[in-house]
């Protein structure tokens, strides 16, 4: 095998300095010489971005203790219905897209007079849900099982290290006129 380490000692046509060619012969030795170091920092680098993105169904929801208009929810993996037949086979017992603590973005800074930066306690005051819930009108509130919605989860790593899983979605909403 050949190898070339060319040192430059005029300038090239187009207007490249001697000065820059030889920078360039340089880096590449450097990179060539580091490549086991280089490729280490690039996977150290993106070890904590995000891992994964998956289809769920959301099973149910828990209020945050001291928090208003806030829940955490239990989601599991969701394979949409092949539209014109063929698609995948589904796996049996995957559990790769299931947690028991999985947190709305839109939910984040709610309170118990702001919703999604709107205020619900003004007329007309309005009662929110969690998401994937219909209001009961026979029981006045909001059902926190058997919800009826598929998000897109995102999974990363919070600050200390653990798994969060997330989505971002709009709360159902019901108003109650002023009388």
């Known amino acids: 095998m050949a190898w070339q380490n060319p040192i430059f000692q005029g300038n090239l046509y187009g207007g490249l ?7 360039f012969a340089q880096t590449q030795r450097v990179a060539t010489a580091n490549a086991a170091g280089i490729k280490f920092a690039q996977m150290e680098a993106f ?8 289809l769920v169904s959301l099973d149910s929801a828990t209020a945050i203790a001291g928090a208003s208009n806030r829940w955490t929810y239990a989601v599991r993996i969701w ?4 539209i014109a037949g063929g698609g995948i086979t589904l796996p049996t017992g995957d559990k790769s897209g299931t947690y028991a603590a999985a947190i709305n973005l839109r939910e984040w800074h709610n309170t118990s007079t702001l919703v999604d930066r709107m205020d619900i306690s003004i007329a007309p005051i309005a009662t929110v849900g969690p998401v994937g819930s219909t209001y009961n009108t026979g029981t006045s509130s909001w059902p926190t099982a058997q919800l009826d ?8 790593y919070d600050s200390s290290g653990a798994t969060f899983a997330y989505f971002d979605r709009p709360n159902p909403i019901r108003c109650t006129p002023a009388v």
């Open 149 to 156: 919605a598929k998000v897109e989860l995102h999974v990363c």
């Open 17 to 23: 300095t001697r000065f820059a060619m030889n920078g």
């Open 79 to 82: 394979f949409p219905t092949p």
């Open 47 to 54: 070890a904590k971005a995000p891992t994964k993105s998956v």
